[in-house]
């Protein structure tokens, strides 16, 4: 029974000891609160912006692409739209893409399977994408046409 009286007594100088320190502090006993035209952001909001075109790794195709929403925001479906240009002579038929992403750190992609909408010969829309957790992401846009196949690479850091 000694033992319990004895921590009791020292949880309580030690509580006292912290009170009196944070007393000394400079603002203590005072509310925080910002100065007008300084206020403190309630939330930071994850965004992430795509680059308007990129080539793809084999210098095949030039990409255009443009996201709805935009900017992207973590674990908020979202729609892209890729413009392909053929840059090589091996590039006569129909045109085809498909988009994934996935996250390298983790292995692993997307819950959602986007879901293609041609808007024309070499325009497409693919809608459902999201990304859902906060980390690095690389969205993969594969284009075929003819011989010519090659993919297109966004990293994104998504926080």
């Known amino acids: 029974m000694g033992n319990v009286r004895e921590s009791a007594g020292h949880r309580g100088a030690l509580t006292l000891c912290l009170a009196l320190l944070a007393a000394a502090l400079p603002g203590a006993g005072r509310a925080q609160t910002p100065h007008a035209g300084h206020a403190e952001p309630i939330a930071r909001v994850p965004t992430a912006m795509f680059p308007n075109s990129i080539v793809s790794e084999d210098r095949a195709f030039a990409m255009t692409l443009a ?65 859902h ?27």
Not at 133 to 149: K, S
Request: hydrophobic share 40%; no cysteine.
């Open 67 to 131: 996201t709805s929403p935009s900017p992207i925001r973590l674990n908020e479906p979202f729609e892209l739209t890729v413009l392909i240009r053929p840059l090589t002579p091996d590039t006569r038929g129909a045109l085809s893409a498909t988009v994934d992403a996935q996250m390298p750190a983790h292995l692993h992609g997307m819950n959602t399977r986007p879901q293609r909408e041609p808007l024309g010969e070499d325009k497409f829309l693919f809608r459902g994408l999201l990304f």
């Open 133 to 159: 957790m906060a980390g690095e992401w690389e969205l993969v846009i594969d284009a075929a046409q003819g011989r010519a196949r090659d993919r297109g690479v966004v990293r994104l850091i998504i926080e």
